[in-house]
């Protein structure tokens, strides 16, 4: 178990540094000089500004930009366990702080949307098992075929002009009331639904095959006890690693529902800092999304290790 | 054998139903336009009306399909020869290489694909060579997961082996004996990318860091749509409608494709 867990922890550990590495490289490498940049950006006000050498060189020294690359690197790194993330171009202020405002904003809002999703998904697979027509089959699959093609900000504006525009029941956009979460959640959510629905419903097939089922429909138990009872706790194990790796495309469905109804989270400062080149304040919130999905797949590996015996035996003889 | 036959009859008419306007749109121009006839509703001399720059919305949708389609095509192709080209090597050499593979395909899969396009964006800037590599940079991870599984399994057969032992080079080893045994493998799975790519492509549109506008581009087209969503709502909707269809498109080709992976016995991607 131990070296197991040193391995998945080894690699999310490797997952945050090469995410963060490359942004920097990246950061560092465009075109423009960063003391320059600053200069003209935070004195001047005027991108075009030209700077002197003198005063490039001098606030390059201070902030240590002429060091190389990969010194650099190390400093922020270093710095950025200490809790520093350094301060945002932009505004002036800690990056950390920033991503203090934000954090809570994105949190509730994938939070929110994930149980809706599961609540969701588990009532339609259910429902089309019981149900056990053609008609229900028929449903299942235009519900997920509907779900996985219909991408969230054309759902989004869609949703808007029927409930914001035209019925007048929810704001259009910003935050307040939990009335401004309403859209939002049911946008991400149904995102994920065509995924997690088709995941569950093959999982479920899986353990429906299972000898202890056949036994158990011999004992001459209820479908419905079979199906609630003795195959849907099985089905969930595997769900579990897929979960996570949903969880990396609920981050991006996230850019994409802040942009779309103004939420100040996390994924609409990535897109701030992007537009404004905000070198420092984009690392940082790069930082925080590679640590969240890392961390995901951490717990993802270890409760599935701590529901499923075989996994855990298989994986350290491994 | 009905519902599959059904369900090939509705991949061909929502096939048509996509093309057959697209094929119109295509013999107007799309980026000419006169204020005068900005935000004109669908009608006779525009079919979906006009965007604020008076620009004809179905010609835009049809020169972005090409675009977006052209686009997605190139994703699909790098990711799935880059992707099979590293599992397979990886596979066949074995050790080291391998494990450094693994890990970079742990590393890749961990981030969101949303989020590697937006940090090449940072360098890059905007536009269809950071939007291709960013999507195939995220991509071929898949591929060269089956490519590796498989490789390590083929290796095993005895035709590999007897190849092997009349003196077959590695690189033609894999060319002659691997590749056409892999290659069925990925029909579901290269539908289902071209699907999720489309998708991708119009979000990173919209979001402002792929195709730059005045390119017509879904995405970007549905994003300059948004200040006229109350007066002129078809110019997010129609975008929307074809970005949804072909999409569904995509994703019933890879159930058809992926039913016949299933048949020969092989699982999960």
């Known amino acids: 178990m131990t070296p197991y867990l040193l391995r998945r922890c080894l690699l999310a550990g490797a997952t945050v540094v090469a995410a963060t590495f490359l942004t920097f490289l990246l950061l560092r490498l465009a075109p423009g000089e960063p003391a320059q940049t600053i200069l003209a950006r935070i004195f001047l006000r005027d991108l075009t500004a030209t700077v002197s050498a003198g005063d490039a060189a001098a606030l390059a020294e201070r902030y240590g930009l002429s060091a190389p690359l990969l010194v650099q690197y190390g400093r922020w790194l270093a710095a950025a366990l200490g809790g520093d993330l350094g301060v945002s171009i932009r505004s002036g202020r800690p990056v950390l702080t920033e991503l203090g405002w934000r954090l809570p904003v994105t949190l509730l809002l994938a939070l929110l949307a994930m149980a809706l999703a599961l609540v969701l998904t588990l009532a339609l697979v259910t429902a089309r098992r019981m149900l056990r027509r053609p008609l229900a089959d028929r449903g299942f699959a235009l519900i997920v075929t509907a779900c996985v093609s219909l991408p969230g900000f054309v759902l989004g504006l869609v949703m808007i002009l029927v409930f914001s525009l035209s019925l007048d029941w929810l704001p259009v956009s910003g935050t307040g009331g939990w009335s401004h979460w309403v859209l939002p959640v049911i946008v991400l959510a149904l995102g994920q639904l065509g995924f997690t629905a088709v995941l569950l419903d093959d999982a479920l097939e899986e353990a429906l095959a299972a000898a202890h089922i056949v036994s158990a429909r011999a004992r001459g138990l209820s479908e419905r006890c079979l199906l609630l009872v003795h195959a849907l706790p099985n089905a969930l194990v595997p769900l579990v690693p897929y979960l996570a790796l949903q969880f990396a495309f609920l981050v991006g469905g996230v850019v994409v529902v802040e942009r779309l109804f103004a939420l100040p989270g996390l994924g609409s400062y990535l897109a701030e800092a992007l537009d404004a080149r905000d070198g420092p304040a984009f690392l940082g919130a790069v930082a925080v999304v590679a640590l969240a999905v890392a961390l995901a797949n951490l717990a993802a590996d270890l409760l599935v290790a701590a529901l499923d015996p075989r996994i855990r035996l298989a994986r350290s003889e491994a | ?269």
Do not use: C
Not at chain 2, 15 to 28: E, K, Q
Not at chain 2, 130 to 135: D, E, G, K, R
Not at chain 2, 167 to 182: I, Q, Y
Not at chain 2, 222 to 235: H, M, S, T, V
């Open chain 2, 1 to 269: 054998m009905s519902s599959r036959r059904a369900g090939i009859a509705g991949t061909v008419a929502l096939a048509l139903v996509l093309l057959l306007p697209i094929a119109w749109g295509l013999t107007f121009d799309p980026v000419e336009g006169a204020l005068r006839d900005s935000l004109r509703p669908p009608g006779f001399a525009f079919p979906l009306g006009t965007d604020h720059l008076g620009r004809d919305v179905l010609a835009r949708i049809a020169h972005g399909f090409l675009l977006d389609i052209g686009l997605s095509l190139l994703v699909v192709a790098l990711s799935f020869g880059v992707g099979t080209a590293l599992g397979m090597v990886a596979a066949e050499v074995a050790g080291g290489l391998d494990r450094a593979l693994s890990l970079l395909m742990d590393v890749t899969s961990a981030l969101p694909q949303i989020v590697v396009a937006l940090i090449l964006a940072v360098h890059f800037g905007g536009g269809a060579g950071t939007l291709v590599i960013a999507l195939a940079a995220t991509g071929w991870v898949k591929y060269a997961r089956i490519a590796r599984a498989a490789t390590f399994s083929l290796r095993e057969r005895e035709f590999v082996m007897a190849a092997r032992v009349a003196g077959s080079g590695r690189l033609a080893l894999l060319r002659r004996h691997v590749l056409p045994h892999l290659l069925p493998l990925f029909g579901g799975l290269l539908a289902l990318q071209l699907g999720h790519t489309v998708l991708n492509i119009a979000a990173l549109g919209f979001l402002g860091v792929g195709i730059q506008p005045p390119a017509p581009e879904w995405g970007a087209m549905i994003a300059e749509a948004r200040p006229y969503l109350a007066r002129a709502p078809w110019l997010a909707i129609a975008p929307g409608v074809f970005l949804f269809a072909l999409t569904a498109l995509a994703l019933s080709l890879a159930r058809a494709l992926g039913r016949r992976r299933q048949a020969m016995g092989l699982t999960a991607w």
